[in-house]
């Protein structure tokens, strides 16, 4: 199984930007299909921005559309979340996931639910000032 640790989180001014990095260990993740979730206080977590193995194809909640970039090396089994233009609201646990699927699996899961994923890590506070 892969086990999977963030890093680069920390404390940012709103409009900085951060870096979030995932690193994976056990198996290469050129057979998972990635994403990351947050969540703040009080609320549930929620979708951030996932790409399929292949980085061919991204996707981001609309909160952060425009300001997040998702990629991957897989070289480095490493995924990335680039966070542009902060806001206060970006402020919550950053959590990195991964969803097994293998070169012909096919797999149909949207990966914008938490269900859809196998593997989580531990998270990554973010906070951000106004």
């Known amino acids: 199984q892969v086990q999977l640790v963030e890093s680069g989180g920390g404390l940012a001014q709103a409009g900085d930007s951060l870096r979030l990095s995932c690193l994976a260990s056990?198996?290469?993740?050129?057979?998972?299909?990635m994403g990351w979730f947050r969540q703040a206080p009080g609320r549930e977590r929620e979708f951030v921005s996932a790409i399929r193995w292949s980085g061919f194809t991204t996707t981001y909640a609309d909160s952060v559309k425009g300001r997040f970039t998702i990629s991957r090396d897989n070289a480095k089994n490493t995924v990335y979340l680039q966070m542009n233009s902060l806001k206060p609201e970006d402020t919550a646990v950053y959590y990195c996931?991964?969803?097994?699927?293998?070169?012909?699996?096919?797999?149909?899961?949207?990966?914008?639910?938490?269900?859809?994923?196998?593997?989580w890590g531990q998270g990554t506070q973010v906070t951000v000032s106004s």
């Open positions: 056990g198996r290469t993740i050129r057979t998972y299909d």
């Open positions: 996931a991964a969803s097994y699927n293998p070169p012909g699996y096919g797999s149909s899961r949207s990966l914008s639910q938490g269900s859809d994923y196998d593997r």
